[in-house]
């Protein structure tokens, strides 16, 4: 993973219940990848959600932001130990999307994000519903930037910042807990950052 415009800063005593073991504070937003940042053009976005193999609801742009928004904020927390307070985020809820494909819970106990560069993470779908997560379309009042998974990404904000996949085309809904990219690559099939899970054998 590359990272830039980080820098390690002593955390403040009044945010310091707000920080993770092993996390430091940044006021920047770094820059993480797998790979080279796609460019995906809205008129050929799309988002697909699947049960297994089986699409059940294709969306353009347009139909995906017609979809009910909401705005959070939150803190997010990287696997490469940076922490950030008080994120701006807005989107559409995975509730909300359950909802508009009909579901009124999650059909499946896991998900596989998938993103338009390949990348994949998994996710329990207990994880995702109940406010805990969005399809994220703008951050800090502005379109996400490619950099930072725009057009559109996951946001998991309770989790370490990798099962926030960028660039999100689909979710798919699977009986089984099925490792992602990184997760085939030794980190943790969870990556709760207050337990410190990082790799694979963290308890």
């Known amino acids: ?28 937003f770094p820059v993480l990848s797998a790979g080279p940042t796609p460019r995906v ?36 927390h990287c696997v490469t130990t940076w922490s950030k307070l008080d994120t701006d985020w807005e989107g559409v ?5 359950l909802a508009a494909a009909g579901f009124a819970a999650p059909p499946t106990p896991f998900v596989l994000a ?3 560069d390949g990348y994949s993470t998994n996710v329990p779908s207990a994880d995702l519903v109940g406010g805990k997560a969005m ?14 998974g725009g057009p559109a990404r996951l946001l998991v ?24 990219f990184w997760e085939l690559r030794g980190y943790h099939m969870y990556g709760d950052p207050w337990r410190e899970q990082r790799y694979h054998d963290d308890l």
């Open 1 to 28: 993973m590359a990272t830039r415009g980080f820098g390690g800063r002593r955390t403040p005593a009044d945010v310091a219940s707000r920080i993770p073991p092993g996390q430091a504070l940044t006021t920047g």
């Open 41 to 76: 053009k809205l008129a050929e976005w799309s988002f697909t959600l699947k049960v297994g193999p089986r699409p059940l609801v294709k969306w353009d742009w347009d139909a995906f932001n017609a979809l009910p928004r909401t705005r959070i904020t939150r803190d997010i």
């Open 93 to 97: 809820t995975i509730d909300d999307l």
């Open 114 to 116: 998938h993103g338009f």
């Open 135 to 148: 399809v994220a379309l703008s951050y800090d009042g502005a379109p996400l930037a490619p950099d930072h």
């Open 157 to 180: 904000p309770h989790l370490y910042f990798w099962k926030s996949a960028k660039w999100l085309s689909g979710l798919q809904f699977t009986e089984t807990d099925t490792a992602g």
